[in-house]
């Protein structure tokens, strides 16, 4: 039986606030450095591996989140969660994101339906409507066959997809997984969906439509544009149109789409890469056999972070270093720096699943609560940072802790040799060079050059971007933050402040305003 209480009631908490903080620059130079590097290591899936040498963490800090983690009960709790408890408390539904891809306990039913079996299912469903896309039985009117593939989704029905399509593109390419090409449609602003569909050709266009209620206002406002563009171009969208829902939305039987896909309320659209939200996009762009290997490597994390030795525990330990960074050192943002152009939108993926899950100032039960949660995070790909923010990072007044991703390889593997390295050596040298010059800094007795160092950072590495480390690096992430929002005694599930926005804007095109929002609304024209 698990129990749920405030981070401050919690007795390890309080005994880690009184160890002795670790002096970084100390810690990271010279030979102790260098041993750090690699003792501080834990093996990841997929051939990935989380370094956290560079953090502001000892053996007896590392002792001192493990109690912290076994008095939070954060595997017991992450084992409620996937044999289906209601660990939803706002929306009083269970979380169940882990289940298409791989199933970690007990049977979950709901509705007399196993989940397992329904996402499968769907899975299979997806596959085979790729597969008769990519042989040419499904065309479009004229028996032609399909180049180019539109999700119409927001928040998690488009970062999400839209991260791990950019981050698998180059790898198609080079590997001979490459089908069809994915262009995404996301933003209200007129602007976005008419540039899209002037880049395409769309009578050879698929498009998905991806909204779970069948509600969603700005999704049926750019299906609208689709739709607009179809009929001009004297095409049917029943015959270019799929529908990724829920089975009860009104989407779900309707004539307008060619075939419908379905998802639940059980898995919250941050959540939804891996299941139809990402899996007809991903699918239809790279093939099925490509998905499932991302599916492979998201399970393969989420079996290790089952793990109750917290050394053994990629995810977990990480979440527990950033609630001590968070809580105990106060540091209030997180940097996620890819070293690789394929994750140029991961961070951003990772912007709404951190901060939509744990922006949160009340805990499970809705009281308020008295410590600091989720940090702001951002972030920008490989060397682009360096020459932007990372002025900030290195001398700025607060100490932001860091995120660096990084591959031995490129995916294109197309390289050239430039005064003695390649680039890909250029960039993996700006990666190890940036977490040493953060973490030890320079002296210099000009102010303006001086570096303190102190900034601590951690370091994802892998061989290569691939479908499998995607996944392992997609649900490294989701499990930190569901064991984060655990030790906050927050509900990572639910995202009520996503809502406000949208209910005054729907008063606004009904003109039942009054006060200041009136007087936006004549300021905007509307």
């Given amino acids: 039986m698990v129990s749920w209480n405030n981070l401050d009631t919690i007795k390890s908490y309080n005994d880690l606030e009184g160890i002795k903080h670790v002096n970084l620059v100390e810690a990271m130079s010279g030979e102790n450095g260098a041993k750090r590097v690699k003792e501080y290591s834990v093996p990841m899936a997929a051939g990935l591996s989380y370094n956290y040498a560079a953090k502001e963490v000892d053996d007896e800090i590392i002792n001192a989140l493990d109690a912290l983690a076994k008095e939070t009960q954060l595997i017991e709790k992450f084992e409620a969660l996937y044999n289906g408890e209601v660990i939803n408390t706002g929306e009083k539904r269970m979380v169940l994101h882990q289940l298409t891809r791989g199933q970690l306990g007990n049977k979950v039913e709901a509705d007399g339906v196993d989940k397992r079996e329904f996402y499968v299912k769907e899975q299979k469903r997806i596959a085979d409507f790729a597969n008769k896309v990519h042989s040419g039985e499904i ?92 009929k001009k171009a004297g095409l049917d969208q029943s015959k270019h149109m799929i529908a990724v829902t829920s089975e009860t939305s009104p989407l779900a039987k309707s004539e307008n789409y060619l075939e419908a896909f379905f998802m639940d309320d059980f898995i919250g659209g941050r959540y939804s890469s891996t299941s139809g939200v990402g899996g007809a996009v991903l699918s239809l762009a790279f093939g099925p056999d490509v998905f499932a290997q991302f599916l492979d490597g998201a399970a393969e994390e989420d079996k290790l972070s089952a793990n109750a030795d917290l050394k053994k525990n990629p995810a ?27 994750l140029s939108r991961f961070p951003a993926h990772l912007q709404q699943l951190d901060m939509e899950s744990n922006g949160k100032s009340v805990n499970r039960f809705g009281e308020p609560i008295n410590y600091v949660t989720g940090p702001i995070i951002f972030g920008e790909p490989g060397t682009n940072g360096q020459h ?6 290195h001398q700025g007044t607060d100490i932001i802790p860091l995120q660096f991703i990084g591959f031995k390889n490129s995916q294109l593997q197309n390289d050239v040799d430039i005064q003695g390295s390649s680039s890909q050596q250029k960039l993996c040298a700006n990666v190890a060079a940036q977490i040493v010059a953060f973490a030890c800094g320079k002296k210099d007795e000009n102010l303006n050059k001086n570096f303190k160092g102190g900034r601590p950072s951690s370091i994802i590495i892998g061989d290569e971007l691939n479908p499998k480390s995607l996944g392992a690096l997609l649900a490294h992430f989701e499990n930190k933050v569901m064991f984060q929002g655990f030790v906050w005694n927050i509900n990572s599930f639910d995202q009520e402040g996503v809502q406000l926005g949208k209910v005054l804007a729907k008063r606004v095109l009904a003109h039942e305003t009054e006060g200041a929002l009136t007087e936006y609304a004549k300021l905007l024209n509307i």
Avoid: C
Avoid at 161 to 172: T, V
Avoid at 330 to 341: F, R
Avoid at 388 to 393: D, R
């Fill in 139 to 230: 065309t479009n009117a004229k028996g032609e066959k399909f180049t180019t593939v539109v999700q119409i989704g927001i928040g998690g029905s488009d970062l999400g997809p839209r991260a791990m399509y950019l981050a698998l593109e180059n790898w198609a390419h080079r590997t001979g997984n490459f089908k069809m090409e994915a262009k995404f449609i996301s933003n209200v602003d007129p602007d976005d969906a008419s540039a899209v569909l002037n880049s395409i050709d769309v009578a050879h266009s698929i498009f998905i439509l991806v909204s779970k209620s069948g509600t969603t206002l700005e999704t049926l406002t750019n299906e609208s544009f689709v739709t607009d563009a179809l």
């Fill in 316 to 342: 977990m330990l990480d979440a527990l270093i950033g609630v001590y960074e968070r809580n105990v050192l106060g540091y209030s943002s997180t940097a996620v720096l890819p070293y690789s152009q394929g």
């Fill in 388 to 393: 932007s923010f990372y002025q900030l990072l």
